[in-house]
């Protein structure tokens, strides 16, 4: 038993020290540029320790420190290991479990697009069974100005996306600039945008942008359903809920928002 005891302690301190190890390059990230003391000052260990810990850091390329100064960096190695994570990313696949859980949540249709200028286009659909089927397609190809989807990413481009025509898709749909760029400004300031019957009679959408790891907005998720369901005081109900869901995505694609 004691010899058992004693083969499982090396791997403790091993766990110990990675820990340890990973809070001083996490650091470095927040706060590039500290000395040695700063930065044992700032993890809470001592300075022999934090030479220990990033020597192999150092030797990964993963930290790098000023022969100069002393200031501790990132080193190139991260870039080499975000660039490979970035690769791997597939945004229907990373979005895949919030619009599942949001389609649990609100029992409505969840719609996930990407920005291609002038339109959005519809790269995923999760319906709830229980509802009235939408009749977006994956693939299709939506409206900027009339889609909650196309807001939610129009608020965060530069004027100049701002399409020259807006056609009115109902009697409801926003057809002046300036009355858009009012809305857009709410969207900003309130984190998520509505479609209130301006793309369809009788649809309320409620939209959030999507922010990549260069945090520009490249994408969008929104819930739909009738009117009869997602009245306006819903609206209020569910725009947190899907701009929640927006930036735990967002996160995932390496976003600091």
Not at 89 to 107: I, N, T
């Amino acid at each position: 038993m004691l010899r058992r005891n004693l083969a499982i302690v090396p791997d403790r301190n091993q766990s110990a020290s990675l820990r340890r190890a990973l809070l001083v390059l996490d650091h470095v990230r927040a706060h590039s540029g500290l000395t040695l003391t700063q930065l044992a000052e700032a993890v809470g260990l001592s300075k022999s320790t934090v030479l220990r810990l990033a020597t192999p850091l150092i030797e990964a390329r993963l930290l790098e420190r000023d022969r100069k100064t002393g200031a501790y960096r990132l080193g190139h190695g991260t870039l080499q290991l975000g660039q490979a994570y970035l690769a791997t990313l597939d945004l229907r696949a990373v979005a895949a479990e919030e619009s599942h859980r949001l389609v649990a949540e609100v029992r409505e249709t969840v719609h996930l697009v990407v920005y291609d200028p002038p339109h959005v286009v519809y790269i995923d659909k999760v319906e709830n069974q229980a509802t009235v089927r939408m009749a977006s397609r994956i693939g299709s190809r939506g409206p900027l100005h009339s889609t909650a989807v196309g807001k939610a990413i129009l608020a965060w481009q530069p004027d100049s996306a701002i399409p020259d025509d807006l056609p009115a898709m109902t009697k409801h749909t926003i057809t002046d600039h300036e009355r858009l760029r009012r809305e857009l400004t709410r969207v900003r300031q309130r984190g998520y945008s509505v479609d209130d019957r301006e793309n369809e009679p009788e649809v309320r959408c409620v939209g959030a942008p999507i922010f990549n790891h260069t945090d520009t907005v490249s994408a969008a998720i929104s819930v739909s359903g009738l009117t009869s369901r997602i009245t306006a005081a819903r609206v209020r109900e569910l725009g947190p809920m899907v701009a929640e869901a927006a930036a735990r995505i967002s996160r995932k694609l390496g976003s600091t928002r």
